[in-house]
């Protein structure tokens, strides 16, 4: 019986652990092959089919399907667990790339950018719970390190799918990304489980017998969408979210409409992925000492100087300090904007609540920011003006989290 109990004492440590990788490994080919992986394929597109910048661009916006669906994923995360939902979602995904390989159409990208919005929640959705059930204590380190698989794919499969499409091509690119996207799926649903075994295995695998995942104080959807800070926390996370699809997206093409070579322009992209990747444990770890919404404003207000001086630093050399700079506050935007929504409402309804954040999150930045930047760049040969626009909403953005209080049933209803 003893060593029974043993066993079972240390199988949710390695579960937990193991639920952690199976979510780097999502977050790498899911989020960052078609976050980081985006901007590497479109001078290929260009050339081969004479697509303009805003074509192409037009794709990113069709991600407002994702926020659509958002609150029914969250719901359902909650509803069902987690494993059923990344596994379907990850398939979903892994159709989208692999079917790119064939495509000859302008209409067959922008329907397969359809399938993988309509895939793409429900990669994400259900880590940000997974970590909190399994690792309350450490949740910000944990999460920092469970989706530190989407910088480590810009980190390497950016210059190692771009050897590819310079070698081979970008069709086979798409296939390679795809049936990686398959193995994960595979993998997600023989690891992952919605909970530890027990409640005494939970609390002992978070290193505080003190702490449980669900709370008096956690708010219901309803609770949280008739108070104040939900609608402040809502409008300030979606200012961070139009880095992606205003910024990271377009950073490729950026440096290369300034001169840089395709190579060159390839290797700021890793360098930011480099230093994004090396920093989010730390903002993990300094939300557990700070709040996750002090870090927050810090991370989002280091960006939106940070892409101020990568405008100003043009073609120079001064671009690497500036890349690196911004990379350094990018890397806690992951963990932290579903850390901030955790640490205000609570873990029990995190799904929903999530649900409707990642909604909104995925719809404005996906709707303005690349139709915005595609065009102004058609317009005047730069992006250096949605550049600064961009720059202007992460600040507003910083402004708006601070304002946001910590977590209380007792909060003042929105009037």
């Not at 003190?210 to 609770?223: G, H, P, R, V």
């Not at 992460?394 to 989290?401: I, N, Q, S, T």
Request: proline share 3%; net charge neutral; aromatic share 12%.
């Amino acid at each position: 019986m003893k060593t029974s109990s043993s066993s079972e004492r240390n199988w949710p440590m390695s579960r937990g652990w193991a639920i952690i990788w199976a979510s780097f490994f999502t977050t790498a080919f899911a989020s960052g092959a078609s976050q980081y992986g985006f901007g590497m394929f479109v001078e290929s597109l260009e050339q081969e089919f004479g697509w303009t910048r805003t074509q192409i661009n037009l794709s990113l916006s069709i991600g407002l399907i994702s926020g659509l669906l958002s609150p029914i994923i969250g719901w359902g995360v909650d509803k069902y667990g987690s494993r059923t939902i990344m596994t379907v979602s990850l398939l979903i995904v892994a159709a989208s790339f692999i079917l790119r390989a064939g495509m000859t159409e302008l209409w067959q990208w922008y329907a397969l950018s359809a399938l993988l919005a309509i895939g793409f929640p429900g990669t994400l959705l259900p880590v940000g719970k997974l970590v909190g059930v399994w690792f309350p204590a450490t949740r910000g380190r944990m999460m920092g390190t469970a989706i530190t698989g989407n910088n480590v794919f810009g980190l390497i499969g950016v210059p190692l799918m771009s050897l590819v499409i310079q070698t081979e091509g970008w069709r086979l690119a798409y296939a390679i990304i795809g049936v990686g996207v398959l193995a994960v799926a595979v993998a997600v649903w023989f690891i992952v489980r919605s909970a530890p075994l027990s409640a005494q295995a939970s609390s002992e695998n978070s290193g505080d017998d003190k702490i449980e995942a669900f709370t008096a104080n956690d708010y219901s959807l309803q609770e949280a969408l008739k108070s104040r800070k939900f609608w402040l926390l809502l409008t300030g996370v979606t200012c961070a979210g139009f880095s992606y699809p205003s910024f990271m997206t377009q950073l490729i093409p950026h440096m290369q409409s300034v001169g840089w070579s395709s190579s060159k322009s390839t290797l700021v992209l890793t360098v930011l992925a480099g230093t994004a990747l090396a920093s989010k444990v730390s903002w993990g770890l300094l939300s557990e000492r700070l709040t996750a919404r002090i870090s927050f404003v810090i991370a989002i207000l280091i960006m939106a100087s940070g892409v101020v001086l990568v405008t100003l630093a043009g073609s120079s050399i001064f671009v690497w300090p500036a890349i690196v700079y911004f990379g350094a506050g990018f890397g806690g935007i992951g963990p932290l904007m579903s850390l901030v929504v955790m640490e205000t409402f609570g873990l029990r309804n995190f799904g929903s609540i999530q649900g409707v954040v990642a909604m909104v999150l995925a719809t404005v930045p996906v709707l303005i920011g690349p139709i915005l930047a595609g065009s102004l760049f058609d317009l005047t040969g730069s992006y250096a003006t949605s550049f600064w626009i961009v720059s202007g909403i992460f600040a507003a953005g910083g402004v708006l989290v601070l304002s946001v209080r910590s977590n209380s049933n007792s909060a003042e209803t929105a009037e």
